[in-house]
């Protein structure tokens, strides 16, 4: 029976309301069947070709259907393959063509289920039509703890059906609504839902079209969950206002531990003003701000900001594809030395990584002929007055032969003489020697 390729399958008009009273008139008994056996009669009696992954995997937690061309009529078969079945915890069925039908028939399995914890309906082309399904269903199901629902076409009038099945929900802690067509409207339905779910804890709405007054209504359901521990808002469009609204946001909030700003528009006006909101904010672990217009001054900015508020609980830092110049380096050898398990993702330009490589390089050359740092200087502080010329310390790297090149030897010179005073102090060096 098994089927090696990916069948499409077409679907037939019969009523959900009986949709296998056939197969339960004909079998003795349901629990007498394996899944893969009830399956199969399944398949049989609807007249859609089996599954041959299905046959597989039906007895293991995991069940990936993914990309199978499973289609309405294929959703039937699994429903009434699912009902009574107590193995499978996690149902993958992204990208099946299931449409509002095959919608239907897996939401109506779900009220007797009781095992399956974990549902991915993404890219299933479900619209208006399918979230209005779920949410008259939804209040039927006990036992779902994650829906997956990207890519399905969903627009604020589809996103209002869910967040009004929502609000009181008390069972559904996961809910991914990325890659939809959410916009504004869309966000002010999330924040009423926000304002009184108190089990959500990830929602992810990543690559819609949130914008400012849908960001800004978000920010204020945040003020008041008491719930949510992961919010993903990469790739919409969001930039200082939205910024703002979430920084004002995080200074109330006290469950939120990753916020994911990752391919917006914030630049390092607006990660001021989401700091206004970090300095204070205990709970925050993770924030996600790659891929943003942000410079080195933002980068500065953020890291000043977590090493200002000794409370804060942040964990990891992603600003990849922001490049980073040494004073950035060095703050966070700084902040590191309180803060060791701090992990930053940046880029740095290769001439910043050859400049800040010139300490290291210098320490090593001064290792190789036994010398500190303060005996090197003293060296050349013949007269004691604890000043060395930054003219005279060029002139014994050159003699030296120190493995420099004429950029680091510059990028030495300045970090000793900050000042600017053409003489380096020796006082400095105790806590590098």
Known sequence: MEVEKKPTQTLEDDSIDQWDT??????????SFSGAELYLLACQQIGTVPISSFLRHSDEPTLNLNSYGVGPLGAKALAIALKDDIVVTQLELENNGLQQQGTRYLMNMLKDNITIQSLNLSFNRLGLEGAKIMSEMLPYSYY???FKLAGNHFDDSAVKYLTDALKDDEVVKALDLSDNNIREAGGEHLCHMLAR????EVLNLSWNLLRMRGAVALSAGLKVNSALKQLRLSNNNLGQKEAESLGQALKLNRTLVLLDLTG?????QA???LCQGLVI?????????????????????????VKRNTNSAIEEIDITMTFVYETFLELLEE??????????QFDVMRFVHRDVDALRLFKKFLEEQNQSIMDFFADLDQEKTMKVSTSAFRSALKEGNAPLDQRQVHWLVTKFDKKCTSSINLRQFAELS
């Open 22 to 31: 056939d197969l339960e008139e004909k079998e003795d008994s349901r629990l």
């Open 144 to 146: 779902v703890k994650s």
């Open 197 to 200: 779910n108190d089990c959500m």
């Open 264 to 268: 917006n528009n914030i630049d390092d």
């Open 271 to 273: 990660v001021t003003l």
């Open 281 to 305: 904010n205990d709970t925050l672990r993770v924030l996600k701000l790659a891929r943003n217009p942000m410079t080195n001054i933002g980068a500065l900015k953020l890291l000043e900001t």
């Open 335 to 344: 902040v590191r030395k309180t803060r060791p398990a701090l992990k930053v």
